[in-house]
């Protein structure tokens, strides 16, 4: 039997419908995208990171699945969607084949990818968390008022550039943001950011790696 693809798990319906409910739904309350321009780029970071450190192919595409799909609970609520989204990950992978241990590889990476009640715990999680959390970029806001933005709007809005660089030398999985200091200040970005940052790091060590942050040129972490 073939294994599920990314590429399979990207033209199922069910997966396409929930991400698109999620997103329409974050919308209408204010949150930043979570469209499937955010799960593609999640799964394609997430897929980068295990494959410049030379993991196994399998494990590189189970990392690209769980990024893909990591955000599918939001289409059942914002509160605890990391865990509701994995009860639909393991639903829907299972009725697409996959073996279950890759179906649980894939589940337990999703319900631990929140901040709030999640932690690295594996390679398929660590990388997941790690590209979800450095997705920061203007065109997330969806809110076009800058008058009316909040401290999340105002981080995203102020991202010049993100970059996300894996040094397999030395060991260092590198975070370099650029901010519009006039949009929002190094406070506001850590006022909602550290224990992401913070997050981030115990991912980095999970791949047996050092998280470095630095922010407009200087470093953070």
Same mark, same amino acid.
């Given at each position: 039997? !073939?294994?599920?693809?990314?590429?399979?798990?990207?033209?199922? /319906?069910? +997966?396409?419908? #929930?991400?698109?409910?999620?997103? /329409?739904?974050?919308? @209408?309350?204010?949150?930043?995208?979570?469209?499937?321009?955010?799960?593609?780029?999640?799964? &394609?970071?997430?897929?980068?990171? #295990?494959?410049?450190?030379?993991? =196994?192919?399998?494990?590189?595409?189970? &990392?690209?699945?769980?990024?893909? *799909?990591?955000? @599918?609970?939001?289409?059942?609520?914002?509160?605890?969607?990391?865990?509701?989204? &994995?009860?639909?990950? %393991?639903?829907?992978?299972?009725? *697409?084949? *996959?073996?279950?241990?890759? @179906?649980?590889?894939?589940?337990?990476?999703?319900?631990?990818?929140?901040?709030?009640?999640?932690?690295?715990?594996? =390679?398929?999680?660590?990388?997941?968390?790690? &590209?979800?959390?450095?997705?920061?970029?203007?065109?997330? +806001?969806?809110?076009?008022?800058?008058?009316? %933005?909040?401290?999340?709007?105002?981080?995203?809005?102020?991202?010049? $550039?993100?970059?996300?660089? @894996?040094?397999?030398?030395?060991?260092?999985?590198?975070?370099?943001?650029? #901010?519009?200091? !006039?949009?929002?200040?190094?406070?506001?970005?850590?006022?909602?950011?550290? /224990?992401? *940052?913070?997050?981030?790091?115990?991912?980095?060590?999970?791949?047996?790696?050092? %998280?470095?942050?630095?922010?407009?040129? $200087?470093?953070?972490?």
């Amino acid at each position: 039997m !073939e294994k599920v693809t990314v590429k399979d798990v990207v033209k199922n /319906e069910y +997966v396409d419908q #929930l991400i698109a409910r999620g997103n /329409e739904m974050l919308g @209408v309350l204010g949150y930043t995208e979570h469209s499937k321009i955010h799960a593609g780029r999640v799964s &394609a970071t997430a897929g980068r990171i #295990l494959k410049q450190l030379d993991y =196994p192919k399998r494990q590189i595409e189970l &990392a690209r699945i769980a990024g893909y *799909m990591h955000d @599918v609970g939001n289409a059942v609520n914002r509160h605890d969607h990391a865990h509701s989204g &994995a009860v639909l990950v %393991f639903q829907i992978l299972r009725d *697409m084949g *996959m073996e279950p241990a890759e @179906v649980a590889a894939v589940v337990s990476a999703v319900g631990n990818h929140d901040e709030n009640t999640g932690t690295a715990f594996d =390679p398929i999680s660590a990388a997941l968390i790690l &590209a979800d959390k450095t997705d920061v970029r203007r065109d997330r +806001v969806r809110n076009k008022d800058m008058s009316t %933005f909040d401290i999340h709007d105002r981080v995203n809005y102020a991202a010049k $550039s993100t970059e996300l660089t @894996v040094n397999v030398e030395k060991k260092v999985i590198h975070l370099d943001i650029h #901010l519009d200091d !006039e949009i929002c200040s190094m406070l506001d970005y850590f006022e909602i950011f550290l /224990e992401r *940052m913070l997050m981030c790091r115990r991912a980095a060590e999970v791949l047996g790696s050092r %998280f470095k942050l630095t922010a407009n040129g $200087s470093k953070v972490l």
